[in-house]
């Protein structure tokens, strides 16, 4: 017989009243009365614990902690004018897993900065189980959106020979004995992906990139999630717009499917995110250049710890404060100087800036990179050289140029940055299971 999860129980209890049920999961809460005891079980599949009414007979089974991995076999009962819609009288209790007093999850709050040091214990937490039921349910809103919109799945190569970007933060493999030569860590699969584009037309993936940037922030993971799509016949101007409905579908998807867990942030995490969240999927985008937010920022009377300045990069305190306190809302920028963007974006025609586009959210920064592509042959090796990387190691993406090239773009979503939005997590660490990031990996 299918065994009911918590979620089942609360979806189905209406059906289940005055029937024998088995409940199992983990004690969250135990309180023990002169002639009743209490007991609040999760097995993390529902924000909601499932209270258990222990009779005095039943005490003896009661010597187990907080953390006890237990059965529990009982009546349900609805109980329409308490607080909890139904509860389960039990009458019989297996303990499965025992706990010993160095269990460190007790009924008390603990710090996030604790929790990172037993990753491995912290979704037992209504905080992380809450996260980590959101973030399945953000990468189902994901894919559906893009399967909806007809795109292909890719995997793409987690090992490659060669820097998707051009810009040396990689993780180098010992692999010249079984390859015959040097390996990385993928940064990017969106090269591999450019060539599925043109024979696919639309194409994405979903797999860990890996960044040796030595960049101990909330916001940066060496080990981090992306979703690259990538599309055939799509410029610049197709690809933000796209690039939007994308980013308010996701959000959306996770308002309806992940409600409970939504409401719980919005009432311990972030008070006002459910009113961020319906601003954000219901509010348009803004867009500015890059020359123009350059304009702003040295107007805007602020001192940041890094000047801004023409042909400087915009650092992540200048897109806090753009779509912070300017637009207060997502702001696309475009248009880059071609020195600051990597050797495979479109040059436009001025020749000194690229097609380029980063999408900027309140409280986190750049969310989404994005780019036409550079589908000129020329042009392509021109920025090759110019990038001191070898025309030799790029020959088979350059080939896709010389074979029936197409105009083509697309973006790259980190899909963790996106999760402490909609969670309101303050710390990229705190929204994957096992963050991994500069100074160790002890897990």
């Given at each position: 017989?299918?065994?009911?999860?918590?979620?089942?129980?609360?979806?189905?209890?209406?059906?289940?009243?005055?029937?024998?049920?088995?409940?199992?999961?983990?004690?969250?809460?135990?309180?023990?009365?002169?002639?009743?005891?209490?007991?609040?079980?999760?097995?993390?599949?529902?924000?909601?614990?499932?209270?258990?009414?222990?009779?005095?007979?039943?005490?003896?089974?009661?010597?187990?902690?907080?953390?006890?991995?237990?059965?529990?076999?009982?009546?349900?009962?609805?109980?329409?004018?308490?607080?909890?819609?139904?509860?389960?009288?039990?009458?019989?209790?297996?303990?499965?897993?025992e706990v010993d007093e160095t269990f460190p999850i007790q009924k008390k709050s603990h710090t996030n900065e604790f929790l990172r040091t037993?990753?491995?214990?912290?979704?037992?937490?209504?905080?992380?189980?809450?996260?980590?039921?959101?973030?399945?349910?953000?990468?189902?809103?994901?894919?559906?959106?893009?399967?909806?919109?007809?795109?292909?799945?890719?995997?793409?190569?987690?090992?490659?020979?060669?820097?998707?970007?051009?810009?040396?933060?990689?993780?180098?493999?010992?692999?010249?004995?079984?390859?015959?030569?040097?390996?990385?860590?993928?940064?990017?699969?969106?090269?591999?992906?450019?060539?599925?584009?043109?024979?696919?037309?639309?194409?994405?993936?979903?797999?860990?990139?890996?960044?040796?940037?030595?960049?101990?922030?909330?916001?940066?993971?060496?080990?981090?999630?992306?979703?690259?799509?990538?599309?055939?016949?799509?410029?610049?101007?197709?690809?933000?717009?796209?690039?939007?409905?994308?980013?308010?579908?996701?959000?959306?998807?996770?308002?309806?499917?992940?409600?409970?867990?939504?409401?719980?942030?919005?009432?311990?995490?972030?008070?006002?995110?459910?009113?961020?969240?319906?601003?954000?999927?219901?509010?348009?985008?803004?867009?500015?250049?890059?020359?123009?937010?350059?304009?702003?920022?040295?107007?805007?009377?602020?001192?940041?710890?890094?000047?801004?300045?023409?042909?400087?990069?915009?650092?992540?305190?200048?897109?806090?404060?753009?779509?912070?306190?300017?637009?207060?809302?997502?702001?696309?920028?475009?248009?880059?100087?071609?020195?600051?963007?990597?050797?495979?974006?479109?040059?436009?025609?001025?020749?000194?800036?690229?097609?380029?586009?980063?999408?900027?959210?309140?409280?986190?920064?750049?969310?989404?990179?994005?780019?036409?592509?550079?589908?000129?042959?020329?042009?392509?090796?021109?920025?090759?050289?110019?990038?001191?990387?070898?025309?030799?190691?790029?020959?088979?993406?350059?080939?896709?140029?010389?074979?029936?090239?197409?105009?083509?773009?697309?973006?790259?979503?980190?899909?963790?940055?996106?999760?402490?939005?909609?969670?309101?997590?303050?710390?990229?660490?705190?929204?994957?299971?096992?963050?991994?990031?500069?100074?160790?990996?002890?897990?």
């Open positions: 017989m299918e065994q009911m999860t918590g979620k089942l129980f609360f979806d189905m209890y209406p059906f289940l009243d005055g029937q024998d049920v088995t409940v199992t999961g983990w004690v969250k809460n135990k309180r023990i009365g002169k002639a009743v005891a209490f007991l609040e079980i999760s097995d993390g599949t529902t924000i909601h614990p499932i209270q258990i009414v222990v009779e005095e007979a039943c005490y003896p089974k009661l010597s187990f902690g907080i953390g006890a991995c237990v059965e529990i076999c009982g009546t349900l009962l609805c109980t329409p004018e308490a607080k909890q819609p139904f509860e389960v009288k039990a009458k019989d209790i297996t303990v499965l897993g037993i990753p491995h214990l912290r979704p037992r937490t209504n905080l992380y189980a809450a996260v980590f039921r959101t973030y399945s349910v953000m990468m189902r809103g994901i894919t559906k959106f893009l399967d909806e919109e007809g795109f292909v799945q890719i995997h793409t190569p987690i090992m490659t020979a060669c820097d998707g970007e051009g810009a040396g933060e990689v993780f180098r493999l010992k692999t010249e004995k079984f390859y015959g030569q040097e390996a990385y860590l993928a940064v990017t699969g969106q090269l591999h992906l450019e060539a599925m584009a043109l024979s696919l037309r639309k194409v994405y993936d979903f797999c860990p990139s890996f960044r040796a940037e030595d960049s101990n922030t909330p916001r940066h993971l060496a080990e981090f999630w992306q979703v690259e799509p990538e599309i055939a016949f799509c410029t610049l101007e197709d690809l933000i717009p796209f690039i939007e409905s994308f980013c308010k579908s996701v959000i959306s998807y996770c308002m309806k499917e992940a409600s409970e867990e939504l409401a719980f942030f919005d009432r311990f995490v972030e008070p006002g995110l459910l009113e961020k969240l319906q601003k954000t999927v219901f509010s348009k985008f803004a867009r500015i250049s890059y020359e123009e937010a350059i304009e702003l920022l040295m107007k805007s009377g602020k001192t940041f710890a890094l000047p801004a300045a023409p042909g400087e990069a915009i650092h992540t305190e200048h897109e806090r404060y753009l779509a912070d306190e300017v637009f207060r809302c997502p702001v696309f920028v475009t248009d880059y100087p071609k020195e600051q963007k990597a050797f495979y974006m479109h040059q436009n025609d001025d020749g000194k800036t690229v097609a380029a586009t980063d999408l900027l959210f309140p409280q986190i920064g750049e969310i989404v990179g994005g780019s036409q592509r550079e589908d000129r042959l020329e042009q392509l090796l021109t920025r090759i050289r110019e990038c001191g990387l070898s025309e030799e190691d790029y020959g088979w993406y350059c080939d896709l140029r010389r074979f029936g090239s197409a105009p083509h773009s697309g973006f790259g979503l980190g899909t963790e940055r996106l999760m402490r939005y909609i969670t309101g997590m303050d710390n990229i660490r705190d929204v994957v299971p096992y963050p991994r990031t500069p100074g160790g990996i002890a897990f």
